[in-house]
């Protein structure tokens, strides 16, 4: 499994941005899809994730109401389109996947995980 994410930069607080990340390797109908972040000094969070097989959806509370995570099947390629982007937002974020049957929030449950885009958040 290989996982590409990219969208991340600078933007004001207030701004959006759309990251994405681009599966490969696999047929992805099992595998539960995610994002996370990680600011300095900080541990590695969970933001939103995905089933790919229905398109449920999951949320930190954190990003609820501002963030939407979905997923084009066609492209087997995974979006987060962050509105409402606050300071506290800027980190490295990576998508994230995992098999398996149940949501799980903990990144140490997911196996495999794409290399960060940073996201910046001024004031």
């Known amino acids: 499994v290989q996982l590409q994410a990219s969208g991340g930069g600078p933007v004001q607080a207030g701004g959006s941005l759309r990251l994405s990340c681009a599966a490969s390797?696999?047929?992805?109908?099992?595998?539960?899809m995610g994002w996370f972040r990680q600011a300095p000094g900080k541990e590695r969070e969970f933001v939103a994730a995905i089933r790919w097989s229905d398109g449920s959806t999951f949320y930190a509370d954190s990003v609820k109401g501002r963030f939407t995570i979905s997923r084009d099947n066609a492209k087997n390629t995974v979006y987060l389109q962050m509105n409402g982007l606050k300071p506290g937002d800027t980190a490295v974020y990576y998508c994230a996947a995992r098999r398996g049957v149940f949501m799980l929030w903990a990144p140490n449950q997911y196996s495999y995980w794409g290399q960060g885009t940073q996201v910046t958040v001024s004031s």
């Open positions: 390797g696999q047929t992805f109908s099992s595998y539960y």
